[in-house]
């Protein structure tokens, strides 16, 4: 079942790349996207291209290493569509590539801002307004986007091998307070491997090397469209001549 007919769902970083993907499909499947990103023209042209196949979306800038931004347009999307906004994609994210010793303070803390605190501001708003709508509101969706970048090691990654760990721990944090406390809200974790997306081009990764965004965007689909008994703990897609478990 991937219907997603009245549902209100939020993608960041849905300006480009895997967001950009995952908006489309979701869009394709019934749903009203928030496409949030830092970059509004790139979230515009996430929602024309979403218009002009038949579908339903609004742009929203955001920047999600700002609390007080997170928090005003969290809090607006439940202002205008309450009991509908059901689903959080936390896809934002960056990459500053560069050895330990290269990389400076001001790249350190932009990649942990957008990869860990983002996720963080983001997803605490989320289940805050989701709790404040009581019985009313049923069961939600929260999914995180990580990287197989948390479970590997790889040189010139420091800051983002380190930060994806992080949103990975941070991730099984929410789902053992969500089972803990009984949120209504379930909590999936996604580590996807290389994608032919715009974040990839700084590797030079080979075409066969990367996967099609579509492939991840159709996965998060398909947790959140499980029965409602059941979550999607981790998955970790990968290409077949991915080198993994490595």
Not at 1 to 25: K, P, Q
Not at 170 to 197: D, S, Y
Request: hydrophobic share 45%.
């Amino acid at each position: 079942m991937t219907d997603l007919t009245g549902r209100v769902t939020m993608v960041t970083g849905g300006g480009s790349g895997l967001g950009r993907a995952t908006s489309r499909l979701f869009a394709e499947s019934g749903a009203h996207v928030l496409v949030a990103d830092i970059d509004e023209g790139g979230a515009k042209q996430t929602v024309d291209a979403i218009e002009e196949a038949g579908g339903s979306a609004e742009a929203v800038a955001v920047d999600v290493a700002d609390r007080e931004a997170v928090d005003a347009v969290i809090g607006s999307a439940f202002e205008r569509h309450g009991v509908r906004f059901d689903c959080l994609v936390n896809n934002a994210g960056t990459d500053r590539g560069a050895d330990l010793v290269d990389i400076d303070d001001a790249q350190w803390h932009q990649v942990f801002g957008v990869n860990v605190h983002g996720p963080m501001y983001t997803s605490r708003a989320f289940v805050r307004g989701r709790l404040a709508l009581d019985e009313e509101g049923g069961l939600a969706d929260l999914v995180n986007v990580v990287s197989i970048s948390a479970l590997t090691v790889g040189a010139g990654a420091a800051a983002y091998n380190s930060s994806k760990a992080a949103l990975g721990k941070l991730t099984e944090v929410l789902q053992t307070e969500a089972r803990e406390h009984g949120w209504p809200v379930r909590v999936c974790a996604i580590h996807p491997a290389a994608m032919n997306t715009p974040m990839m081009e700084q590797w030079s990764l080979p075409q066969e090397r990367m996967m099609d965004p579509r492939i991840v965007a159709e996965l998060i689909r398909h947790a959140i469209t499980l029965p409602p008994e059941a979550v999607l703990v981790n998955a970790i897609p990968t290409l077949r001549n991915e080198y993994f478990p490595r």
